[in-house]
């Protein structure tokens, strides 16, 4: 019994040494060599500052910037650290008013076109970077108006940071909304 005692702790201290502390410290140690900007988030630098990051929606609130979907990450949204969805069925009284609400107000900035669906509705993490090419189309007219610029220079930007499908076929079309925004800004910069 003793010895069976000894074994198991002795393996339990093993496994978790190699486990919890060599593979872990030699799979960060590889991806720095391989990979040391996805290894560190993919962060966004501007001006020796860092904006953000490729991976992770956040809010933009002036109607001079393309803004990303909604997110239920958070009492604000966009927190990391709470990520995940609302979790309300589509019958939710309180997804139904925030939705209602969000579709009443696209409709005013934007009456004759048709709400991409992913400008009303939160991503399963809530921190999606990305919105539909159809989204940044139907913003572009707020953002040429609010900045003064005609909707074809806005449609050039959108044009050149929409990313197609992962190798051809996984996923679908997109544009990085902190990427748009910052390049927005050093093109064409708010009044």
Same mark, same amino acid.
């Not at 590889?30 to 953000?52: C, E, M």
């Given at each position: ?10 393996? !339990?201290?093993? !496994? ?15 991806? #720095?060599?391989?990979?040391?900007? #996805? ?31 909604? &997110? ?6 966009? %927190? ?16 139904? %008013? ?24 939160? &991503? ?5 970077? %990305?919105? &539909? ?59």
């Amino acid at each position: 019994m003793k010895k069976n005692l000894l074994t198991a702790i002795w393996m !339990t201290l093993v !496994t978790t040494l190699l486990l919890g502390i060599v593979y872990p410290l030699v799979v960060t140690g590889i991806a #720095q060599i391989l990979f040391p900007r #996805q290894a560190n988030g993919d962060l966004i630098h501007n001006n020796g500052k860092i904006v953000g990051s490729e991976l992770l929606g956040q809010p933009f609130s002036s109607s001079g910037y393309f803004v990303s979907r909604p &997110s239920a990450a958070g009492p604000a949204g966009y %927190d990391p650290l709470q990520s995940g969805g609302s979790n309300y069925a589509a019958t939710n009284k309180a997804l139904i %008013d925030r939705v209602s609400a969000d579709v009443a107000k696209l409709r005013a900035e934007n009456p004759s076109a048709p709400i991409p669906i992913d400008l009303v509705t939160a &991503s399963a993490s809530g921190l999606d970077p %990305d919105i &539909s090419p159809a989204s940044a189309a139907f913003q572009v007219p707020r953002v040429a108006r609010e900045r003064g610029l005609s909707e074809v220079a806005i449609r050039a930007l959108v044009k050149k940071h929409t990313q197609g499908r992962e190798l051809g076929f996984l996923g679908e079309p997109r544009v990085n909304v902190l990427e748009l925004n910052l390049d927005l800004d050093a093109h064409y910069p708010m009044h």
